[in-house]
């Protein structure tokens, strides 16, 4: 009719109406209706438990559009001022490649990407991954490089647990020994962890004559150069740590080790650190890419993930996670870590930065860098102050004259006024930290400071005619002798082209969401919008170093605040820290904080945790790390909580029980309809309930856990709240507590007296993307939050009903409902017809899908999690290629295929394979053109089936050396 307008034709204002996929009313009627329900409330209503379930809304500000969210985030991002920093203490300026953080940091094939547990899907972020390795494991001089850790002081804290395992000989009152010469924050966490553990923490001073304290200790922990920018030769200390059989580690700065002597070459066992000035900026303290390097023998007590060589059915070397991946689910209480997640994202970036530059980039890099110190150790000679180190690389150490008329605290002012951050270490003490940023006018300047001037132009003589090589500059000692680097993709990629090419390729091998639907269960792979991801890369919280006067970061602080209160009144808490910087530190700090409590109400000895046998894995990981002892609990056949086993439990255990740690909604999908009862049972046997929140994502909006009987959580916001997932990090894992717990959250600021401490490095965590969550909550507002959890219920409800005539659905709650997943139980069609649970997996990636989670909580499952984010076109989808999967089943069950040769066993298929003999029982067509697959739209995968047992006895590259790539060409 002329002049109407279709009622979709208009572009909604409401940010909630582009995040929720499933947004059309007609499919939001389809889907209820096909559920039997009339409406979202009504089918809300049905899934929780009514003890639990709320309309009354959150006291949230109302959504508004990404413009005006945007224009507010800049408001905060004002109230910044980022100085130029020479602080150093583990942090520095970077320059961060345009081709990296445009094609890698700013793409959502690498941000969107998830955990490469499917190989075959993931060989790009794979490659790029052992590329991490390769450079931390020459540089450090070790034999193996884990594929990052969470940042530099929980992984020292991870290195001390190594250490205490690997020593069998050390009497169990040993101590660990640690250099005080240890960036503060590192031994903050050190002592939070080693509290914890009972582990005692001897700091000595080996500035003097290197002694060791006359003392029995298992392990030793130096600092590479040291906090005050010293550089020792640290050999003969490691030797003497060694002949009374300790286990040492080297706390080690990568970009000096272009310069300096390997902790490998000097006798060390273990390298830890941090890959953040590789290009990373310093956000506030992180996200970065911590490091773990160990020498042979050490490989298989690696924390975390790690990159192994493997092959594929057709023989062709492919990647896989190796060993140890995701060991806190298998072994619980008995891992060596908790970590499940690591900074893939970043350490892909470090690795690229590392790939770019390449030995020789990197050097000279690391050589200008002590060239601009040298010049600043002369001027501040020249100025009459006295240079405590001579041996140092990139950070001097200042004692200011006693005639000059300044204290140090005065010249730090004055610097600051001058826009530059200098670090006071007392009354006549400070020190200068240059970085790759630094100019030679910033020298100038500095060198003014120092001499008392107001800041002026002009270089000083060191800094004119600064050195391509290390020609004509004094380098620190011990000089490297030892050859890094030599692979040849350090040496093919180094200009923008190359690299453009390579990143493409890369990211070209794998699946991320920017293809299709990541359907894993307990993953929650949901839209990360751009307008969330736009403020990560604003300098003003990019820029900021994460000990910068308090005047320099008020925005940056009053944002992370702000999402503190939210996440606080989202989840009915008391308290939020976002200092956390993964889940599972998230955990740990959550029963940190119980211990505390209990510790202070004169209750040492309740140190019993319950959790069900159905829990995430981290839970016991996290248990035991926080000095607590772990009883299982019983799960029905439901898959929910046995409460008659429960009882029992309490009963033995009442007068030493800390706490209980509940999934809520469970692991098994239902929100189980005893939760407010288990809270009130172990309230009344004195305890304190934990709920995981991993599963917030079914929550938000309809029910808080803070109001339903919890004391305390973690939450996930690389799930929930929308940072993605980077290939396998970056993550936040803020702890939100009752008001009863809240002493007990981590330290917000080195020196604190504080219960718990520092949990990371940095006093907010992974600050610099916690833009992201801010910006999705804002933007949402209280009723597109509610909306979404209520979205994620019905996609999730709507597919278990779909494929239920297909599939068993292992466990339903009330009505017959799930909550925000649902797992389909393969054990006994595997069992008639020999598909296992693998081969679905592999070929839904020819159908043009990431695996849902396989055989986790439950063996031989698929737990399948679609997310508020996905449209019904792509729910069908994924149905239809499901229900295709099943109808191939049944080929194989009738004997129409071979049960060792069909496309479920032989998936994926790759186009290489296409192009060989063909001798199977299936066309070439339904091996890879299956039923729905559009070909225009078709993802191939580079490598077919991996070898895992291969992978996991070849960890380390054969890729060819330059030398050898030189004698090809």
Not at 278 to 302: D, I, K, N, T
Not at 771 to 778: E, F, T, V
Not at 809 to 815: I, N, R
């Amino acid at each position: 009719m002329a002049g109407s307008q279709h009622p979709n034709s208009f572009v909604s204002a409401l940010f909630s109406d582009r995040h929720i996929g499933v947004g059309a009313q007609p499919h939001v009627h389809h889907m209820l209706s096909t559920l039997g329900f009339a409406s979202l409330e009504e089918l809300s209503a049905a899934a929780l438990p009514e003890s639990i379930y709320t309309t009354e809304p959150l006291s949230l500000q109302a959504a508004v559009s990404e413009e005006a969210m945007l224009a507010e985030l800049k408001a905060l991002a004002a109230k910044n001022t980022v100085n130029k920093s020479f602080i150093g203490q583990g942090y520095y300026g970077t320059h961060t490649p345009g081709v990296i953080q445009r094609n890698v940091l700013e793409s959502p094939a690498w941000y969107t990407a998830y955990t490469p547990y499917q190989p075959e899907i993931s060989q790009g972020r794979l490659e790029a991954l052992l590329n991490f390795q390769t450079v931390v494991a020459d540089l450090t001089g070790m034999v193996t490089a884990n594929a990052s850790m969470l940042d530099e002081g929980t992984a020292a804290a991870e290195a001390v647990a190594l250490m205490r395992r690997s020593n069998r000989t050390a009497a169990p009152d040993a101590v660990i020994l640690v250099d005080a010469d240890v960036f503060p924050q590192t031994l903050a966490v050190i002592n939070t962890r080693a509290k914890a553990m009972g582990i005692p923490v001897l700091v000595h001073d080996f500035a003097d004559d290197g002694a060791l304290p006359d003392v029995e200790f298992f392990g030793l922990l130096l600092q590479y150069p040291g906090d005050s920018g010293l550089v020792r030769d640290l050999a003969p200390v490691i030797a003497a740590a060694k002949e009374r059989k300790a286990v040492v580690a080297v706390a080690a700065d990568l970009l000096a080790l272009t310069l300096l002597e390997s902790p490998g070459a000097l006798g060390a066992d273990l390298a830890v650190g941090t890959s953040q000035r590789f290009g990373v900026p310093m956000g506030f303290g992180g996200p970065h890419a911590g490091y773990m390097a160990v020498r042979q023998g050490l490989e298989r007590s690696l924390p975390g993930r790690l990159v192994g060589v493997s092959k594929d059915a057709a023989g062709n070397q492919a990647y896989r996670l190796a060993l140890q991946t995701r060991e806190q689910h298998i072994r619980r209480e008995k891992a060596t870590s908790n970590i499940c997640t690591a900074q893939v994202l970043l350490a892909v970036m470090a690795g690229m930065y590392a790939v770019y530059h390449g030995p020789e980039g990197l050097r000279k890099i690391a050589t200008r860098v002590h060239a601009l110190t040298l010049a600043v150790a002369d001027a501040a000679t020249a100025a009459g102050h006295a240079v405590v180190h001579g041996n140092f690389f990139d950070t001097v150490k200042i004692r200011i004259a006693a005639g000059s008329g300044h204290s140090a605290a005065e010249l730090v002012a004055a610097a600051h006024t001058a826009g530059y951050l200098l670090r006071q270490i007392d009354h006549g003490h400070l020190q200068i930290a240059v970085d790759e940023t630094t100019t030679e006018a910033d020298v100038a300047a500095l060198a003014g400071l120092l001499a008392g001037r107001a800041p002026s132009g002009g270089n000083s003589a060191r800094a004119t005619d600064l050195p391509a090589d290390a020609s004509g500059v004094d380098l620190p000692t011990p000089a490297r002798a030892t050859e890094y680097m030599a692979n040849a993709v350090f040496h093919t990629h180094n200009s923008e082209t190359q690299m453009l090419r390579y990143l493409r390729r890369l990211s070209d091998a794998d699946y991320a969401l920017d293809r299709g639907m990541i359907p894993l269960g307990s993953c929650t792979m949901k839209l990360n919008a751009t307008a969330e991801m736009a403020a990560i890369t604003w300098p003003e919280f990019s820029e900021l170093h994460p000990f910068a006067p308090a005047s320099d970061t008020v925005g940056m602080v009053e944002m992370a605040t702000q999402l503190e209160e939210w996440l606080a009144e989202i989840t009915g808490y008391d308290a939020v820290s976002v200092q956390p910087n993964a889940g599972s530190q998230g955990e740990f700090a959550g029963l940190m904080a119980i211990r505390a409590f209990h510790v202070e109400n004169g209750n040492p000895d309740r140190d019993v945790v319950l959790i069900p046998t159905s829990a995430h894995g981290t839970n016991a990981a996290s248990a035991v790390m926080a000095g607590l002892k772990v009883v299982p609990v019983a799960t029905d056949g439901f898959g929910n909580i046995d409460i008659d086993d429960l009882k029992r439990r309490i009963s033995v255990h009442e007068h030493r029980l800390a706490a209980i740690m509940v999934t809520y909604p469970s692991t098994h999908g239902v929100f189980e309809t005893s939760i407010s009862t288990i809270c009130a049972m172990v309230h009344d046997a004195g305890g304190q309930v934990y709920v995981d929140g991993a599963n917030l994502n079914a929550l938000v909006g309809l029910a808080r856990p803070g109001k339903f009987g919890a004391d305390v959580s973690h939450l996930n916001l690389h799930k929930t709240f929308c940072i993605p997932h980077g290939g396998g990090g970056p993550g936040v894992g803020p702890v939100a507590v009752g008001a009863h717990l809240a002493k007990h959250l981590p330290a917000r600021e080195l020196g604190l007296d504080s219960s718990v401490g520092l949990v990371s490095s940095a006093p907010y965590g992974s600050a610099s993307i916690l833009p992201i969550s801010w910006a999705y909550i804002r933007m949402m507002g209280p009723d597109g939050l509610r909306l979404a959890t209520q979205t994620a219920i019905l996609s999730a409800n709507y597919i278990a009903r779909r494929l239920s005539e297909h599939y068993p659905v292992l466990y339903t709650g009330a009505h017959d409902l799930v909550a925000h997943e649902c797992i389909l139980d393969l054990r006994g069609i595997s069992a008639d017809s020999g598909v296992s649970v693998d081969d679905v997996a592999k070929r839904l990636i020819d159908y043009g899908f990431h695996a849902p989670t396989m055989s986790f909580p439950v063996a031989g499952t698929l737990m399948v999690e679609p997310t508020e984010s996905e449209d019904l076109g792509e729910l069908d989808r994924f149905i239809d290629a499901m229900i295709a999967i099943r109808k191939e089943i049944s080929a194989v069950q009738d004997g129409l295929w071979p049960a060792e040769d069909n496309p479920l066993a032989n998936a994926p298929h790759t186009a290489q394979s296409l192009t060989r003999e063909w001798d199977h029982p299936y066309s070439r067509e339904e091996a890879v053109f299956p039923a729905g697959v559009d070909p225009r739209a078709k993802y191939w995968p580079v490598v077919r089936r991996v070898d895992q047992a291969y992978g996991d006895r070849h960890l380390v590259c054969s890729c060819p050396s330059i030398e050898e790539l030189a004698e090809v060409f």
